[in-house]
């Protein structure tokens, strides 16, 4: 009985079942409560009102007799009335209480106390009231037969024909004459009554029974049920069941709850797969992970650790971490874990240690602190990473380090180390002082341009950050003398920071040397060119010389002479003395040491000044020149005195050229041979370059000679009749414009060098 008591108290069916149970009785209790009620009070005032209209009712039907004091026919009508089966007596008393008329003639003449029950309700106060309502004339009787009665008391009023009429005056200040008295059986009522309550209260019952059997059924069906599955299912899942399925199929909320249900379960069975997996892979990393794990208690010993650990060490758990790996009788000095244990943060250290084989091993230490649900450090993980052949490396690098700056300081090139914004020089070597002039702490966080001239710095800051290589850079020595020098250019690192690595190269007496050279190239070129300078200079000497004559003959033969003629002939003085000046200033130009000076010029223009300086020499030759130059050709950057020389170079290689090819020719052949010698001038210019072109029709270039012409001293003349630098110098001054020059063999015979030049641009 006290289990069933515990499981009602527990359960939420039992509870659910009582509760609308004890809802239930309740409610149809008041229901039918009141209803039976509401039946008796109706059925008890239908008959008041029912008796009172009997009263009435035997009121009017005596009020004739009454008037004719007719006493028996009075008697008689309530007699008559009295044998009525649900009238129980019919009286009518005086004011004294005296019963006048009855349905009983034995009760005529009985007088009865005023105070009884039928007159206390009228005589209870003093004087006794007249006007009384309906409920407050009533009475309800206990009968001894086992029913009740019910009673009515009429009054009796004094009218004016009572007051009036002669057979029985009755004063007119008496108000009431008497009372009738109607007494009626409540039998029928009762058992009506009784009958009503009784099916009230058996449909009340059915109702309930059935109300509480459906909704017994609704509860277990569609509540105790699924609620027992869920809680099963649920239990499952608890013990690790989570592909139990809870098997409700209803759409209301139970049915969307165990939907949930398994959907928590298929989700928490997939979520624990991939913990354990996770789990088995952690296991797995701490085992395997290529580094030394050990998780230590506060007392410094070993809870666990990975087989890294145990292979690199042979531990036991318990042992002290400082014993196991470190070979120490105590704790260290400056412990990490202690640190971890202190402040609860991460700590990091450097350890070193005896390996198992008594090999020295260095490691980096890395704590973390293990907390229990409360927030307590209970243990501490250390992690340890081999770095033996790191600081092995370390040393190598070092090593490695000091030797690559003794190379570093020891180049016989000056290298500096430049800031990749600002240019400033970080870094130098020795030979800096040597090649410049300034020792290392002179230059150190100076810019690099202040080696350049004032007026090319600005140039040279925008091409330092953006070229690989600088030719034929001007520097400036610490004693102001200027140096040529060749500078190579690369991004690098420099303590974690991004420079430029800068090589200079001292091309200086390179350069004089190759001046040198051209200068006397040049000079060969002038001597070779004497011939055809004497037949220039002849030309104006021999004029000079005839006006001299003509003026000393006139003058011996004081002879006058005309102003006309002695103007003409001071004019061709003039003017042939300017031509002369002309080609002396030229050969002079030509032959002067200068530095190679680029600037935009005009390629035409300097071509037509090559074949001036040349022209004499070709026609004393017999070698005609054809021209064929494009007309507003653009400009190009260029030393003009070197591209003269350039072209100089060729025409006296196609002059050879040509003269060997006809050398042998004999006089029955001179018609062809004028037209083998010949050279043609051509320049062409599109978007991007200008290209002049120098073909001669001589002996042309063998094909496996081609690539090696431009070679310093390689030619293909005679002995003694080429040095081999005129090709060499042009390929070389050619490159330093950005040019290109190469040879090719026509078709028919003789060769052709073609030249390309950038075209100069605005800025």
């Known amino acids: 009985m006290l289990e069933h008591f515990k499981d009602f108290r527990q359960s939420l069916f039992y509870r659910l079942i009582f509760m609308m149970g004890l809802t239930l009785f309740v409610s149809f209790s008041i229901y039918a409560y009141f209803n039976i009620k509401y039946q008796k ?19 009017l039907g005596t009020h004739y007799a009454m008037m004719l004091n007719a006493r028996e026919n009075i008697n008689q009508s309530i007699r008559n009335m009295g044998k009525q089966e649900t009238i129980e ?24 106390n005023i105070k009884a029950e039928a007159c206390f309700i009228c005589h209870k106060t003093e004087p006794p009231q007249a006007n009384l309502d309906l409920s407050e004339r009533i009475r309800i009787i206990d009968d001894q037969k086992g029913y009740r009665q019910i009673g009515v008391i009429t009054p009796i009023r004094n009218e004016i024909n009572c007051s009036t009429d002669i057979c029985h005056v009755h004063p007119q200040d008496k108000m009431i004459l008497g009372a009738l008295d109607v007494v009626v059986s409540m039998k029928e009522t009762d058992d009506e009554i009784v009958f009503f309550e009784e099916g009230i209260i ?63 379960g298929k989700k928490i069975s997939e979520k624990r797969s991939e913990l354990s997996k996770q789990r088995n892979e952690y296991q797995k990393l701490f085992e395997q992970v290529p580094c030394i794990i050990s998780v230590q208690n506060r007392d410094y010993r070993l809870i666990r650790y990975n087989r890294e650990f145990s292979d690199r060490f042979d531990p036991k758990p318990g042992d002290y971490c400082f014993s196991a790996y470190k070979g120490r009788t105590e704790k260290c000095s400056i412990c990490p874990v202690e640190k971890t244990f202190e402040d609860g943060l991460s700590h990091y250290s450097e350890e070193t240690g005896l390996n198992k084989d008594g090999t020295r091993a260095y490691w980096i230490v890395r704590t973390s602190p293990i907390r229990d649900d409360d927030g307590n450090i209970v243990a501490a993980m250390e992690l340890s990473i081999d770095i033996s052949r790191s600081k092995q490396l370390e040393e190598k690098l070092a090593e490695s380090e000091k030797q690559c700056y003794a190379v570093f300081n020891n180049i016989p090139n000056p290298v500096f180390v430049l800031d ?65 020098v060749n500078i190579r250019i690369s991004p690098a690192e420099y303590h974690g920071k991004k420079v430029l690595l800068l090589a200079t190269g001292d091309d200086t007496k390179r350069l004089e040397a190759e001046q040198q050279i051209i200068q006397a190239s040049k000079m060969a070129t002038l001597g070779e060119m004497a011939t055809g300078i004497a ?38 003085i003039d003017s042939h003395v300017d031509r002369a000046t002309r080609i002396i200033n030229h050969m002079r130009l030509f032959g002067r040491k200068s530095d190679m000076n680029l600037e935009k010029i005009q390629v035409n223009d ?29 400009l190009i950057l260029a030393d003009p005195g070197r591209l003269e020389q350039v072209f100089i170079n060729l025409l006296l290689n196609a002059r050879d050229a040509i003269e060997e090819n006809t050398d042998d020719l004999v006089p029955a052949t001179l018609n062809i041979a004028k037209d083998m010698r010949r050279i043609t001038l051509k320049t062409t210019a599109d978007d991007k370059q200008v290209t002049i072109t120098v073909s001669d029709t001589g002996i042309g270039i063998p094909s496996e000679k081609l690539e090696k012409i431009f070679e310093p001293f390689f030619t293909t003349k005679k002995v003694g009749k080429g040095t081999g630098l005129g090709l060499s110098i042009s390929y070389s001054f050619i490159k330093e414009c950005q040019g290109d020059i190469r040879a090719v063999n026509n078709e028919d015979r003789g060769s052709t060098f073609i030249i390309s030049f950038p075209i100069a641009s605005d800025t």
Request: aromatic share 10%; hydrophobic share 40%; with cysteine.
């Open 41 to 59: 009070d109706k059925a008890v005032k239908d008959i008041v009102v029912w008796t009172d209209r009997l009263s009435e009712t035997i009121k």
């Open 89 to 112: 007596h019919i009286r009518i008393y005086n004011k004294e209480g005296e019963i006048k008329f009855s349905d009983s003639s034995g009760e005529v003449g009985q007088k009865t």
């Open 202 to 264: 058996a449909l009340v019952s059915f109702i309930f029974t059935v109300t509480s059997a459906v909704i017994f059924v609704f509860i277990v069906r569609f509540i105790k049920l699924p609620i027992q599955k869920l809680i099963d299912g649920t239990l499952m899942i608890a013990k690790g069941q989570y592909q139990a399925r809870i098997d409700i199929r209803s759409k209301d909320e139970l049915g969307q709850l165990a939907t949930a249900f398994n959907k928590m």
């Open 420 to 484: 990749i914004n600002t240019l400033a020089i970080l870094d130098c070597n020795q030979s800096v002082k040597s090649v410049y002039g300034y020792a290392k702490n002179e230059v150190l966080l100076k810019s690099f341009l202040e080696l350049f001239s004032e007026e090319e710095r600005e140039y040279y800051a925008f091409k330092l950050q953006t070229s690989s290589v600088l030719n034929r850079v001007k520097h400036i020595h610490k004693t102001g003398k200027v140096l040529f």
């Open 535 to 572: 037949h220039e200079l002849n030309q104006p000497l021999s004029v000079i010389k005839t006006a001299s004559s003509f003026f000393m003959k006139k003058i011996n033969r004081k002879e006058p002479i005309k102003e006309e003629i002695l103007y003409t002939l001071a004019q061709e």
């Open 606 to 634: 300097v071509l037509r000044n090559a074949f001036e300086i040349f022209s004499q020499q070709l026609k004393v030759r017999g070698i005609a020149v054809v021209w064929d130059l494009h007309q507003d050709i653009p």
